[in-house]
């Protein structure tokens, strides 16, 4: 689910409303690195990010790719959608979750525009996101993507391209649906005139999206 050329408008405007922008990854980082009395040097040490990479993104003069955003969820102790989500979680049992049209916490990636689903529920299966695919071409990727993850898209407008390692590019039509291991190298193009939609599913290999237990620095998404 989880790295762009192309000339686009800058995000804000893609946007139809100031409710539909999305969240500030950026002050999210630095508000936690802050609460951790972490320096760059040490959160990017912690993190595996760059000081360059990680200050770039916590002044919000990079967007960090899906890879990245895991990797910092990880470095804070945190699974990703606690990382994420605004909010707080929903009790552990007997749960059900909504999401309307316009609600969902949204992220842009360089590559796609993320909106997360049922994102109240952190103690899950597997994790839902509304994916825009931005990218038009392969050469947009300077690194696919790879995490330890199984991945389910949907096609729900539009017209995709997907790459993974080892297969030959798929496309995929309004309709059409794939299953892949994430741990295989891969990327997504629209090839659309508008960028296209997808429902995107990932699901921990052999483990849950669950939040994590800061009190005693524990990860429990694979990252």
Known sequence: MPNLTITR??????LRSSEERPTELGARVKELRIARDWTLDEASQRIGL?????????????SPTF???QKLAAGFSLDLLSFLASGEASPPAGRRSI???????RHETPNYGLRLLMEEV??????????????RALDQFPDWDRHD????????????TLYTEHYAPAVLKSGDAVYFDARLGH?????????????????????????????????????
Not at 50 to 62: D, F, P, Q, T, W
């Open 9 to 14: 408008r800058p995000a804000e405007q893609r």
């Open 50 to 62: 760059s000081r360059s990479a990680l200050s770039k993104i916590e002044r919000n003069e990079m």
């Open 67 to 69: 890879h990245a955003m």
């Open 99 to 105: 999401t309307r049209k316009d609600d969902g916490t």
């Open 122 to 135: 952190r103690n899950t299966a597997f994790m839902v996101v509304e994916v825009l695919v931005r990218a």
């Open 149 to 160: 993850d199984e991945d389910f898209m949907y096609v729900l407008d539009g017209e995709i």
């Open 187 to 223: 990327a997504c193009i629209s090839t659309s005139d508008n960028d296209a939609r997808l429902l995107w599913v990932t699901a921990p290999l052999g483990g849950r999206f669950s939040r994590s237990d800061e009190d005693h620095g524990e990860a429990t998404m694979p990252a």
